[in-house]
């Protein structure tokens, strides 16, 4: 059936209508840049910021989707730039990163989206390891902690593998309020940790399962440098698997090699 040309000229006016919708979905996304959440835009989120009906805007959407200019979380809901975007971004001048907070912040980047997880990027203060940053895989699971958070050191994965750089008597000053140290060990826990650490020193990780988070493990090693006085925490956090204690050995294996080049090409 051959088209009029009144229909040929409403599907034009059609195609540069969608054209223009996606358009300012995608400049949206730019416009905002690294100020857009983590987690990416919601339905009502894009929908306060664009004038379109939201019948017109859900289809929109989906199309974007299905073409890999949009990628939407399974979890959340939440849209994101999609992979044929990204593909066309021109890649940035390549820098060799200079501390190890760089690389290890660049190998979690790498582990996080290989094993469908999230990756957090760790610090010791004082008694408590500080979240300094964090590496959301798409399709992970939501983000436990936040940048920024402080927690028990002693409680989690990530804290032990960095306390164990440090030697017992390092640990002890951390941990033990300074005016009971003459009375010794009084501290619930505090032998048993040494005794923790000390197999974390051995095998070079710790992991934990539901320590913090019913629901969620999380693997975890440690560099220092003292030439450049750094201590970094590399910890992976996903969804438990398998029997009870059990731990993924991909995840592990990946984490390890990683940390191991790191520590190879630290002074390079």
């Known amino acids: 059936m051959m088209k009029t040309p009144t229909s040929v000229h409403l599907q034009k006016n059609n195609i540069m209508s969608t054209l223009e919708n996606a358009a300012a979905v995608l400049t949206l996304f730019a416009e905002l840049g690294a100020e857009a959440p983590l987690e990416g835009l919601s339905f009502s989120d894009i929908a306060r910021r664009l004038p379109l009906p939201k019948s017109t805007l859900s289809r929109l959407l989906i199309a974007m989707e299905s073409q890999g200019l949009l990628a ?3 979890h ?20 060799q990163p200079a501390t190890i907070a760089e690389r290890a912040a660049q190998a979690l980047h790498q582990l996080s989206a290989r094993y469908c997880c999230t990756g957090y990027l760790c610090m010791l203060h004082r008694d408590r390891v500080h979240i300094v940053d964090r590496f959301q895989s798409s399709t992970a699971a939501p983000a436990v902690y936040a940048v920024g958070l402080h927690m028990p050191a002693m409680n989690t994965a990530a804290g032990r593998a960095l306390l164990a750089c440090c030697s017992e008597q390092e640990v002890i000053a951390r ?16 032998v ?75 002074h390079q």
């Open 175 to 190: 941990l033990m309020p300074r005016q009971n140290m003459p009375g010794g060990f009084h501290q619930p826990g505090i």
């Open 72 to 74: 939407r979380d399974p």
């Open 192 to 266: 048993r940790l040494l005794q923790r650490l000390s197999l974390v020193r051995g095998q070079g990780w710790d992991f934990n399962r539901n320590d913090t988070r019913p629901g969620y493990s999380a693997l975890a090693t440690a560099l220092a440098d003292s030439e450049r006085r750094e201590q970094i925490g590399l910890c992976l956090s996903f969804v438990n698997t398998g029997d009870k204690g059990a731990f993924p050995a991909d995840k592990l294996a990946g984490l390890q090699s990683a940390t191991r080049m790191i520590a190879q090409n630290m």
């Open 76 to 95: 959340n809901r939440h849209y994101s730039v999609g992979h044929l975007v990204r593909s066309l971004s021109p890649p940035a001048p390549l820098r």
